[in-house]
């Protein structure tokens, strides 16, 4: 464990002390500076090559960090997005003791062939052709070790973060991070135990009874371990080889489309998400029907999500700008203290360029840009589930203008959205006749309610309750304030004590000591940050004002 620390010290501290001293003059005191975006473009590549040097832990939790537009800029996410999961296979050698531990059986007595050059080498697991029963298998191997060297990276960057956060205690990265590598903590391991991969396949086959056009590879119950996962071979070519599939006479806008109907459906009526989706885990036969590959990262989202995403979609089907943010702050992705206007003009941007017919890839890609800083620049903050349904639309988003420049997403969602969200009990109360119902119901209430507000105020019974957390809060504020002020008047006060020390004696020593002792303090007192409702500290709070004007 020692060694395996001090190797990842020696990868990051270099990086890390390069970054402090190119972000400021100085390191401790100093403005920041300002810096090109080519140098921030060569920061971000090279922070990829010390990750991907790290090892599996660090690959993996970066794929889910380069989800986060909500605390990375964009050119780091961009960066980061470009880590692949593939590392040097482990030799057969290696991997052999751990095949028939868990087989519980020599290899050459349960298969009939067993080709020992792997058809792939992921990070948690390592991936074998084979034949058993007479049919080609797929064989997947835990890694040897990996689950030991797992548990010594999760320590080391529990340590690293709990040890920034002492000096970043109520940064907002910080906590976004923390969020992050709490959830991380979880799905790994659930990734390293492949009974839970054949779980998640079995709740798949579900969806594809409903979705002919989708394949879920078939399991060996009898074979399978925590360490063994044996499936049915499927022959397919990658969804992005576009020629390929026009050369077996299939068209890629309408696998395209079957991809897109697929993750709605699962975001809007089952409630599990397939959360790895790279176009190496998605195959299509020679039939056209896309097959579904690596389970191992599945999440559920709760009903109510679910209900809530469903309103969001509907609002944005309608172009309901206000019931998008309404959502939104139910969600969680949005602090509702987070400017109004400012989501307006995002959402009203984004929905002029959506409704343009004829607009460059370029365009968009800049529209899009132009989004993700003020994700990074604003605290807006997504729930770690719904990162996975937004990797997915970034997924679909990639694929669709791989094949078209000009493609738009959002169009071809529209039908398929209206289509499922009639079958959800939310669509189903939006029936004509259930809205006037719901209608009926409301002005009753409204009725009942605006008799009781007269009839409290006429007894002068009226009330206003304020939130405690929202007097917690401005009580805070006004605490820090007032030791601000008590510590400026302190230093203030030594000043003056100081010149009138040097009047009496004539001592400069004094007089620079004391001075500069109440210097200290009001530097102290006005600088330190103090959180704001929007989560930044005030000095930050003005320089960032200060830079947009």
């Known amino acids: 464990m020692i060694k395996r620390n001090l190797y990842i010290l020696f990868k990051a501290i270099p990086f890390i002390i ?3 001293f190119t972000q400021k ?37 970066a794929q889910i960090i380069s989800t986060r537009a909500d605390f990375i800029p964009a050119t780091y996410l961009e960066a980061l997005s470009t880590l692949q999961d593939k590392v040097p296979p482990v030799s057969f050698s290696k991997v052999k003791p751990v095949m028939e531990k868990g087989l519980g059986s020599k290899i050459s007595e349960i298969f009939e062939e067993f080709c020992e050059e792997p058809l792939a080498a992921a990070s948690v697991a390592q991936v074998y052709k ?19 060297n797992v548990r010594i990276d999760m320590v080391t960057l529990r340590s690293v973060l709990n040890l920034l956060r002492i000096f970043f205690p109520q940064n907002k990265s910080m906590q976004s991070i923390s969020v992050v590598l709490r959830e991380f903590s979880v799905t790994i391991y659930e990734e390293m135990d492949l009974m839970h991969e054949t779980k998640n396949m079995k709740e798949f086959r579900k969806i594809a009874k409903r979705l002919n056009f989708i394949i879920i590879p078939k399991t060996y119950p009898e074979l399978n371990s925590k360490n063994i996962l044996v499936m049915d071979f499927h022959n397919g070519v990658k969804i992005t080889s576009f020629e390929k599939l026009r050369k077996n006479g299939l068209d890629p806008k309408k696998i395209i489309d079957r991809l897109v109907e697929f993750y709605l459906y699962q975001s809007l009526v089952s409630g599990i998400i397939h959360a790895d989706p790279h176009p190496g885990n998605i195959l299509v036969n020679e039939e056209g029907k896309i097959v579904m590959l690596d389970f191992g990262l599945v999440v559920h989202i709760s009903e109510d999500t679910k209900q809530n995403l469903i309103k969001a979609v509907l609002a944005g089907i309608n172009k309901d700008i206000s019931g998008i943010i309404d959502a939104y702050y139910v ?20 929905y002029s360029v959506l409704d343009q017919k004829d607009i460059s890839n370029k365009k968009i890609q800049d529209i899009m840009t ?29 694929i669709g203008t791989a094949y078209d420049p000009s ?46 507000l007269i009839r409290a105020a006429y007894a002068e019974e009226f009330k206003v309750k304020i939130h405690p957390t929202n007097v917690s809060n401005l009580e805070n504020f006004l605490i820090h304030i007032m030791k601000r002020l008590i510590a400026s008047i302190v230093g203030c ?11 009496e ?45």
């Open 505 to 549: 004696n004539k001592n400069v020593y004094l007089l620079i000591a004391g001075l500069s002792v109440a210097a200290l303090i009001i530097f102290i007192s006005l600088s330190l940050p103090i959180k704001t409702t929007y989560g930044y500290s005030t000095i930050l709070d003005i320089f960032r004002h200060k830079n947009d004007d």
């Open 407 to 452: 493609y738009n997403l959002v169009k071809d969602m529209v039908p398929v959205a209206k289509k499922y969200i009639k079958e959800t009990p939310l669509g189903e109360s939006m029936s004509p006749v259930n809205i006037i119902k719901n209608a009926f119901n409301q002005v009753k209430e409204l009725v009942s309610d605006t008799g009781r």
């Open 493 to 503: 006060f030594i000043g003056a004590i100081s010149a009138l020390v040097f009047i």
């Open 331 to 350: 969600l969680g992705i949005i602090n509702k203290e987070v400017s109004h206007q400012l989501l307006e003009k995002m959402a009203r941007k984004l």
């Open 25 to 61: 003059r100085f390191v401790i005191l100093g403005k920041r500076r300002s810096l090109s975006e080519k140098y921030h473009l060569n920061s971000a590549r090279r922070l990829t090559k010390i990750i991907a040097s790290l090892g599996p832990t660090f690959i993996k939790l």
């Open 370 to 398: 132009e989004i993700m800083r003020s994700f990074y620049a604003f605290p807006f903050e997504l729930p770690q589930n719904l990162v996975y349904i937004f990797k997915t639309v970034t997924l679909l988003e990639g």
């Open 130 to 148: 084979a034949v058993y029963n007479g049919k080609d298998v797929i064989v997947k191997v835990i890694r040897p070790d990996i689950e030991k």
């Open 18 to 20: 390069f970054i402090l």
